[in-house]
């Protein structure tokens, strides 16, 4: 049978990229997506924004929802110091194995946590299973209607703290309505939305970042 166009993905990875070298990797995909076959990573336009949120922050423990091919936890991880993870969470066992040899290709593998299950199983096991305190920085970037029951999710379990930022990719584009609405109408979130485009394309999306302010 054809290949998946995540195999693709990471054949273009070890094609193009240098092994160990992560920004060879994202170029790797973004070439890809642009010439050859478009595919939902985050992108390069609204990657340079993910960067400078993930360096504003500085963050010691990031949680990804929604690995796919690894593209947004290798731009994460290239940024984060020593001592410093990201644990990202992938539902589909085909693309979490893409992942994890993109993320090895990258060079990246001791930053880089990734745990196979649904969101809504993981998540209230993170503090005793992976030692998380709270987490510092939240990319949110599965599926759609998951963003608001698992930020709720994430609020109950703890996970959550004053100063925790959460940036959600695809707020227009396929959209994220009641997400949207809960983060820019509670009192306890701080909201920006960083405009954009869907990643290989001129279509309107872009980026919305909410700070907790703590209960
Ligand atoms: O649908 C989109 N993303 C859904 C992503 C879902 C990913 O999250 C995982 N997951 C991980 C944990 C879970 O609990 C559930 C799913 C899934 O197994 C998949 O790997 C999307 C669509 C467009 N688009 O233009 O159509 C553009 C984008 O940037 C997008 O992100
Ligand atoms: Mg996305």
Redesign the pocket.
């Known amino acids: 049978t054809r290949t998946s166009r995540p195999q693709r993905i990471l054949k273009a990875v070890q094609r193009k990229a240098t092994v160990g070298d992560p920004q060879s990797v994202i170029t790797a995909i973004d070439h890809f997506c642009r010439h050859r076959e478009w595919a ?3 992108g390069d336009e609204k990657g340079s924004i993910l960067d400078s949120v993930v360096n504003e922050v500085s963050p010691v423990t990031v949680l990804e ?4 091919c690894g593209y947004s936890t290798v731009r994460i991880a290239r940024l984060l110091p020593p001592g410093a993870c990201v644990i990202t ?4 066992p085909d ?1 979490a194995a893409i992942a994890r040899q993109v993320i090895k290709w990258s060079g990246l593998e001791d930053k880089v946590q990734l745990v196979e ?4 199983d ?1 998540i209230p096991w993170m503090k005793e299973h992976f030692g998380v305190q709270a987490f510092d920085l939240v990319f949110l ?4 209607e ?1 963003y608001l029951p ?1 930020t709720k999710l994430l609020e109950e379990c703890g996970l959550i703290q004053k100063g925790t930022v959460l940036l959600a ?2 707020v227009i ?2 959209g994220t309505p009641d997400y949207l609405e809960y983060v820019r109408n509670s009192p306890r979130y701080n909201s920006h939305y960083y405009r954009s485009h ?2 290989y394309t001129k279509a309107e ?1 872009g980026l919305e970042k909410s700070v907790f302010l703590g209960y």
């Open positions: 939902m990573n985050v929802l929604g690995t796919y969470l992938e539902f589909n693309y299950g649904a969101s809504g993981c970037d599965h599926w759609k998951r698992d990719d695809n584009c396929p869907l990643e999306d």
